[in-house]
């Protein structure tokens, strides 16, 4: 039962996410996802045709605008990278509408798959000559090593997410503490500087 759970649990973490969208002439459309280190991606996309309509252009990029994949002019076609670092990449398309054009908006059909169920087990056991219950195994390991990852960075999260916690605390703690401190000195001042006032005016002894 609990190899059956952690069994559902990898598929949840392992993505496949499929959208269907349009698109405008002049305009980029884009899709942003995060992934961890070390992690395959793989895309397949789909342009609806138009005749003389002009060309869709389609761009990947991470974070820091580094091109992972690029394209002029793209029908239908796949792509695949792996994540040196914990980071989001963007997919883009852009249609360079023609004079011509008749239609209004083209429709674009993507599929983004992560981790395990972006590798293709099937080639992987050919090429390896491993039969099925072997390649059943391998897909088995490959889940459990992305549960062991997950939590693994899942715990790193809630370290860096307590040390955050316990460094404000500390902060506002100094802060508290300084505030007091300024509001008694202020407080002691007025008293000294209106008893010398007083005594001035003769109004106390």
Same mark, same amino acid.
Do not use: Q, W
């Given at each position: 039962m609990l190899s059956f759970q952690l069994f559902v649990f990898a598929l949840a973490l392992s993505t496949v996410r499929g959208i269907s969208f349009f698109i405008v002439g002049g305009q980029k459309r884009? !899709?942003?996802?995060?992934?961890?280190?070390?992690? &395959?991606v793989t895309g397949q996309y789909h342009v609806l045709e138009e005749q003389n309509s002009g060309k869709v252009n389609l761009v990947v990029t991470?974070?820091?605008? #580094?091109? !992972? #994949?690029?394209?002029?002019d793209v029908s239908s076609g796949k792509f695949a990278f792996t994540t040196e670092d914990y980071d989001q990449f963007e997919v883009c398309f852009t249609w360079e509408k023609s004079d011509s054009a008749v239609v209004q908006f083209r429709e674009v059909g993507l599929e983004l798959k992560h981790g395990v169920e972006a590798k293709n087990y099937e080639e992987t056991g050919k090429a390896?000559? &491993?039969?099925?219950?072997?390649? +059943? !195994?391998?897909? &088995?390991?490959d889940l459990s +090593?992305?549960?062991?990852?997950?939590?693994? #960075?899942?715990?790193?999260?809630? +370290?860096?997410?307590?040390?955050?916690?316990?460094?404000?605390?500390s902060r506002v703690l100094y802060f508290s503490v300084f505030s007091m401190c300024c509001l008694f000195g202020l407080a002691t001042w007025q008293v000294l500087y209106l008893r010398k006032y007083f005594k001035s005016k003769k109004l106390i002894d």
């Open positions: 884009c !899709l942003k996802d995060e992934v961890h280190k070390n992690v &395959l991470d974070a820091k605008s #580094y091109v !992972l #994949y690029s394209k002029e390896e000559k &491993l039969k099925p219950m072997e390649i +059943e !195994l391998r897909r &088995l390991e +090593e992305s549960i062991v990852n997950d939590f693994a #960075y899942m715990k790193e999260r809630e +370290e860096y997410m307590r040390d955050t916690n316990e460094s404000t605390n």
